[in-house]
């Protein structure tokens, strides 16, 4: 084995104190990034589960829907009107937090939340009027209720990110130099509306 | 500055010596128990999860083994197929996947020139949720719990479910804290095709990850909302719920955990031939491609039958091989280029490289149709052959597959703390004992794999049957000598820490003399925040340009 060596002096730590942080080249959109992949391959996961078994149901000549359930339209349509508002408003966020234009982003983050907190409040009702057992022998309304209630818990958890990040905008954290926070959450929030947009084809158009 | 950003001197907490204070008025780094609770260290995290990986690993191994055991006896344990679960599951979320992503953590940020970990705060979280989570998770399966997959009750498998989502969101937020680093961090001039390999190695296994484990902790929901609050339906019921959740630990996902032990055994071969890497974008590829041909996720037998005689899931067994061919073409170009120095890293790389050549091989055969290794247990019973299994509807040749990937990335894993043992403890470990690994955790991933390969030749093999007790006995041995192996690594890395820790004298930086990549230039331990100002870096060997007079 080759002997242990010194370090080249160009190379060996300073006794001094480390350098101060170089200008990130945003590490929190690149984190969110992969979270939100990590999130949208959950629901491909569940939402394949639920075609195949649908499917496979199907093609034994089975009925799909358990007997007396009521999958409606206007709720999941009004649900996927707001998130595409939602979608528009937080955008509209990133775009006046660039252009430093606080007033139009708190404006945006506040419109973002409402939507948000609409969508939940007309999934709560939907979940009321489906009619399904879920201690049945059905096996719809466990994957309705996974899937669907598993988006609400991820859209609170968008809330809560692009609350945080609204409340750091208003201290005046971000900037047009430096607005990854607001761009981070609206990414999240992107996933969480492409996600339902799927969920509404999958369990409320097709049925 | 974003929320999570934070100065290396406020983050790293851990009492590196020769860390200094020129201003003399920060606040003392707390030592002891507050030193490691509230760390933000990456060192110290990293440290934590090798450590307690291994001895994770110690009890997963003693449960495979017991499962073996078990299997041989007239009168089966209620409680062996549980041990199975346990075993196998953790094997790949107690053991490997954290003991690489403990290596990560501590080396990462070294190898690419940064000054500390992304998000450290999220990396600590990341490691106290898995720890909790694992142990959760054991006491799941106690009796007086009566968790537990396969034989469990619903009322103590909400914990089982919930450990389980614990265990695999917290290495998802560790694995972004490692690919974000990677991506983002790197020093001036290291672009990405100049990353060390175990850097490179992360960033595809990371991606990988990111990719298939949403999905099966998208089953675990589905099983827990139907176990816990359905009839239940289909997937809650108790003898259903492994064969749901087994694709993880099988072939080709299992090739996705071995990810990071081909980055391992390229930098240490490397290091170890005194030579660059020659066709480096190939091994770079290698891995690449090893990673996109061990993503597993759509091969759930529960809502995909027959997808193990699919062509595109044979093709997928097939292919895999072609990457390992290529990245042992890439490492014995190495050789060929340099004069190999057999230090325990080497030769523990070695044994890693081969273990999952024959791992790879295996999992090519198993589409051998003519073979009838894709035989489950339900089809041997019709004729038959009554072999001890978990799930019926699963091949009892993926489980040599399993072992012996897993017994090659452990040795990937022991060759790779052997390897940086410097920069993790301070010193290096013992390159005598380092080289007795070796021969050990070669014969111990032949004999815990090859008795299930040949098991799945039984329904082809007359008599072979006869000798199932004989096979699983090899197979408890192959465990057990995995486990002493692990014993080997955890004794002397907890020895070397409380020996610097206690005022003991510490390595130099480039510990073996041979370094090629940044971490080497670091102090062994590293200081607080890593390097000094360092230069641009013009190759992937930036060491090794110094040494040899070049631009660095």
């Known amino acids: ?207 | 500055m974003a929320i999570t950003d934070t100065s290396p001197t406020e983050t790293a907490t851990g009492s590196a010596p020769g860390a200094s204070d020129p201003t003399g008025s920060a606040v003392p780094n707390p030592r002891g128990l507050a030193g490691i609770l509230g760390s933000g260290d990456h060192m110290t995290i990293g440290r934590l999860y090798i450590g307690t990986s291994l001895l994770f690993g110690l009890l997963t191994f003693g449960l495979m083994g017991w499962f073996g055991i078990d299997a041989m006896s007239d009168v089966h344990s209620d409680r062996a197929p549980q041990a199975f679960t346990l075993g196998q599951l953790g094997l790949v979320f107690l053991f490997l996947m954290p003991l690489f992503i403990g290596l990560a953590t501590a080396i990462v940020p070294l190898q690419v020139g940064a000054n500390t970990i992304a998000f450290p705060r999220a990396a600590a979280a990341a490691f106290w949720t898995w720890a909790m989570a694992g142990i959760l998770l054991c006491v799941s399966y106690l009796p007086s719990v009566g968790g537990g997959i396969a034989g469990g009750e619903i009322n103590g498998q909400g914990l089982t479910f919930l450990a389980l989502a614990g265990l695999v969101i917290a290495l998802l937020l560790a694995t972004v804290c490692i690919i974000t680093t990677v991506v983002t961090l790197r020093t001036s001039g290291m672009t990405l095709d100049r990353v060390p390999m175990f850097s490179w190695s992360m960033v595809v296994a990371g991606g990988l990850s990111m990719l298939t484990l949403p999905v099966w902790l998208a089953n675990v929901a589905l099983i827990f909302v139907d176990a816990t609050y359905g009839s239940p339906a289909k997937y809650g019921v108790a003898t259903d719920q492994w064969a749901q959740l087994s694709w993880v630990v099988t072939q080709p996902q299992i090739f996705v955990f071995a990810i990071p032990a081909l980055g391992i055994i390229a930098d240490a071969i490397a290091t170890f031939a005194h030579a660059r890497q020659p066709q480096r974008g190939m091994v770079l590829g290698a891995i690449g491609a090893f990673g996109a041909l061990g993503f597993g996720a759509y091969a759930q037998n529960v809502f995909n039958p027959g997808v193990h005689h699919n062509w595109l899931y044979v093709a997928q067994g097939a292919l895999i091989l072609l990457p390992v061919l290529m990245f042992l073409g890439g490492m014995i170009g190495s050789l060929r280029h340099g004069k190999p120095t057999l230090a325990s890293p080497f030769l523990n790389s070695v044994v890693a490289l081969l273990l999952l050549l024959l791992g790879a091989f295996a999992g090519a055969a198993f589409g051998l149709g003519r073979l009838g290794l894709q035989s489950t247990a339900q089809q041997l019973v019709q004729n038959n052959i009554t072999i001890r299994v978990v799930s019926k509807g699963e091949p009892i040749y993926t489980w040599g597959v399993t072992a012996i990937v897993v017994v090659a990335a452990a040795a990937a894993g022991i060759a790779g703390v052997y390897y940086w043992g410097a920069k993790l403890s301070g010193r290096k470990l013992p390159d005598g004992l380092g080289k007795l690994l070796a021969p050990i955790l070669l014969v111990a991933g032949l004999l815990a794999g090859a008795p299930y390969l040949a098991l799945g030749l039984v329904a082809k093999a007359d008599g072979l049957a006869d000798s199932a007790n004989a096979l699983y006995a090899m197979s408890v041995a192959g465990m057990a000598l995995a486990g002493l192996a692990l014993l080997l690594t955890v004794g002397p890395f907890i020895a070397a820490r409380a020996a610097v820790i206690g005022g003991g004298a510490t390595a130099e930086a480039d510990a073996w003399g041979a370094g090629q990549s940044l971490e080497w230039a670091s102090d062994s331990p590293p200081v607080t925040g890593n390097f000094g100002q360092l230069a641009e870096v013009t190759s992937p060997q930036p060491l090794l340009d110094l040494a040899e007079g070049g631009q660095s």
């Open chain 1, 1 to 207: 084995m080759a002997a242990a060596t010194k370090v080249p002096a160009s190379y060996a730590p300073i006794d001094e104190a480390p350098p101060p942080p170089i200008a990130r080249p945003r590490v929190v959109i690149v984190a969110t990034a992969f979270a939100s992949a990590g999130c949208i391959m959950f629901f491909a996961g569940l939402i394949g589960i639920y075609l195949t078994e649908r499917a496979t149901v199907l093609g034994d000549s089975g009925t799909w829907l358990p007997d007396k359930s009521n999958f409606p339209l206007t709720q999941p349509n009004v649900m996927l009107l707001a998130l595409l508002c939602s979608s528009v408003m937080v955008q509209w966020a990133v775009d006046a937090i660039r252009r430093d234009d606080r007033p139009q982003a708190f404006m945006a983050l506040g419109l973002t939340l409402v939507f948000g907190l609409a969508v939940v409040n007309m999934a709560a009702y939907l979940f009321a009027v489906l009619n399904v057992d879920i201690a049945t022998k059905s096996l719809v309304p466990v994957l309705v209720y996974t899937i669907a209630g598993a988006h609400i818990l991820m859209l609170v958890g968008a809330m809560i990110f692009t609350g945080l990040m609204a409340f750091r905008a208003l201290g005046g954290q971000f900037t047009s130099r430096q607005h990854d926070g607001v761009s981070a959450a609206a990414m999240f929030w992107h996933a969480q509306v492409v996600v339902f947009v799927f969920i509404w084809y999958a369990i409320y158009i097709t049925k």
